[in-house]
């Protein structure tokens, strides 16, 4: 028996220090990794603007949790693109398009792995203090697709309309077979992995719209959106189905001189919980409720 325990130590000793291990390394890779100016670098890649990030945190539990960045913007491309991220001056203050205070992603790893895959709990995937100022043009268009909009180079452009080409004669090919078999309907209750979530949106947030042809601004101000106390088990969703809802907002109209509505400002909230699947067909549930009303205006 004492020989037994004593294996079992070991094995308990050596399951630690693989742990460990796996964790140093994960902190590490991730460090080196899951830089201001990798980030930034990747994003500017894909879009026509530029980036700017005032740190990431990457705690040493960070392969379990997550990680967190704050002070992200983006704005119009300009000459800073391209340099080091403490080389770049400043983005003047209310020049970003896009932005948000802070980002924190945190989920239970340990969970997931002690439970073999089957639970997974995210803790937290929250946006604070989003903004986002968009400018609806009087001849139309806006400036967040042109910011957001990576432009296409000569040799994408002619692969894009070779695939396009493609996929038509792949359609009328399909017509001459036969029909394929009808699928069947997608069933929550075969899933193997229990899920559990915290919070899932944004808080604070602030989005102003400027509608250039009314000569007016709308702005949406104390933005609260989410999913919270997220439980769903497929194997018992008579009693674990649920999903919270929260919404928030204040919306106002700027005075302005033109005709029409002069001003408003109205307060919003909703909270309603809702039981996402049928237990009795493992599919979307058809019913949901939900408190709503305005707090003023």
């Given at each position: 028996?004492?020989?037994?325990?004593?294996?079992l130590?070991?094995?308990?000793?050596?399951?630690?220090?693989?742990l460990?291990?796996?964790?140093?390394?994960?902190?590490?890779?991730?460090?080196?990794?899951?830089?201001?100016?990798?980030?930034?670098?990747?994003?500017?890649?894909?879009?026509?603007?530029?980036?700017?990030?005032?740190?990431?945190?990457?705690?040493?539990?960070?392969a379990?949790?997550?990680?967190?960045?704050d002070?992200?913007?983006?704005?119009?491309?300009?000459?800073?693109?391209?340099?080091?991220?403490?080389?770049?001056?400043?983005?003047?203050?209310?020049?970003?398009?896009?932005?948000?205070?802070?980002?924190n992603?945190?989920?239970?790893?340990?969970?997931?792995?002690?439970?073999?895959?089957?639970?997974?709990?995210?803790?937290?995937l929250?946006?604070?203090?989003?903004?986002?100022h968009?400018?609806?043009?009087?001849?139309?268009?806006?400036?967040?697709?042109?910011l957001?909009?990576?432009?296409?180079?000569?040799?994408?452009?002619?692969?894009e309309?070779?695939?396009?080409?493609?996929?038509?004669?792949?359609?009328?090919?399909?017509?001459?077979?036969e029909?394929?078999?009808?699928?069947?309907?997608?069933?929550?209750?075969?899933?193997?992995?229990e899920?559990?979530?915290?919070?899932?949106?944004?808080?604070?947030?602030?989005?102003?719209?400027?509608?250039?042809?009314l000569?007016?601004?709308?702005?949406?101000?104390?933005?609260?959106?989410?999913?919270?106390?997220?439980?769903?088990?497929?194997?018992?969703l008579?009693h674990?189905?649920?999903?919270?809802?929260t919404?928030?907002?204040?919306?106002?109209?700027?005075?302005?001189?033109g005709?029409g509505v002069?001003?408003f400002?109205?307060?919003?909230?909703?909270?309603?919980g809702l039981?996402?699947?049928?237990?009795?067909?493992?599919?979307?549930?058809?019913?949901?409720?939900?408190?709503?009303?305005?707090?003023?205006?």
């Amino acid at each position: 028996m004492k020989k037994v325990l004593k294996l079992l130590k070991r094995i308990l000793i050596g399951v630690g220090i693989l742990l460990v291990v796996i964790m140093v390394g994960g902190f590490i890779a991730i460090k080196v990794v899951v830089t201001k100016d990798f980030v930034a670098t990747k994003i500017e890649q894909n879009i026509n603007g530029r980036v700017e990030i005032k740190d990431i945190s990457v705690p040493i539990w960070a392969a379990f949790s997550g990680i967190t960045v704050d002070g992200f913007k983006i704005a119009q491309r300009d000459g800073e693109v391209g340099k080091p991220m403490d080389q770049r001056t400043p983005m003047k203050e209310g020049s970003e398009v896009i932005g948000f205070k802070k980002f924190n992603f945190q989920v239970a790893l340990g969970a997931l792995i002690t439970s073999f895959g089957k639970k997974f709990e995210l803790k937290s995937l929250l946006f604070t203090e989003p903004k986002a100022h968009i400018f609806l043009a009087k001849a139309g268009g806006n400036n967040l697709t042109a910011l957001l909009k990576k432009p296409k180079t000569k040799e994408e452009l002619e692969k894009e309309a070779a695939e396009q080409a493609d996929e038509a004669k792949k359609k009328a090919a399909a017509k001459t077979t036969e029909p394929e078999a009808e699928k069947k309907p997608f069933d929550f209750r075969e899933l193997p992995t229990e899920i559990k979530m915290g919070k899932i949106g944004i808080e604070g947030g602030l989005f102003t719209i400027n509608i250039e042809s009314l000569g007016q601004t709308v702005v949406a101000s104390g933005v609260n959106a989410y999913l919270r106390d997220i439980l769903i088990d497929p194997k018992d969703l008579e009693h674990k189905n649920q999903v919270g809802l929260t919404t928030q907002f204040t919306l106002t109209l700027q005075e302005s001189k033109g005709g029409g509505v002069k001003s408003f400002k109205i307060s919003y909230d909703m909270q309603g919980g809702l039981k996402p699947i049928d237990p009795k067909t493992g599919g979307i549930n058809q019913a949901i409720g939900l408190r709503m009303g305005l707090l003023k205006g």
